[in-house]
């Protein structure tokens, strides 16, 4: 059975950072495409960085220069760093991962982060 875990999650001060990780049981990493998404309380789930099974990396504009997508294939898995956070940054994040060839893909069930003073 797949399983996709996310963690990492939590309250943090604008300007500061956390790292998000997303664990998998099932599958084996290195061969997904590895993406995060966010979804904001009224908002639509929104792609925020993604890494190729292969480490080439991608982030939307408004995460450039914060958010570093990295993933390690030894311990299966995926990580956000996020760092110089604001309010904005406020969403459930989740991890989503896709066959690179099949295009199977799975989801883990989120963690909230909350930008706040």
């Known amino acids: 059975q797949v399983q996709i875990t996310e963690s990492g999650g939590g309250l943090v001060q604008p300007g500061g950072s956390l790292r998000l990780s997303c664990a998998a049981s099932?599958?084996?990493?290195?061969?997904?495409?590895m993406r995060w998404y966010r979804q904001a309380p009224g908002k639509q789930r929104e792609l925020v960085a993604s890494?190729?099974?292969?480490?080439?990396?991608y982030y939307v504009d408004s995460v450039k220069g914060r958010f570093t997508i990295s993933r390690n294939n030894t311990n299966n898995r995926v990580y956000l760093q996020m760092n110089t956070v604001n309010p904005e940054d406020t969403a459930d994040y989740f991890c989503?991962?896709?066959?690179?060839?099949?295009?199977?893909?799975?989801w883990g069930q989120g963690t909230q982060v909350t930008v706040s003073s």
């Open positions: 989503n991962a896709r066959h690179h060839l099949s295009g199977g893909m799975y």
């Open positions: 099932g599958i084996m990493l290195r061969n997904y495409l």
């Open positions: 890494i190729s099974s292969g480490g080439t990396p």
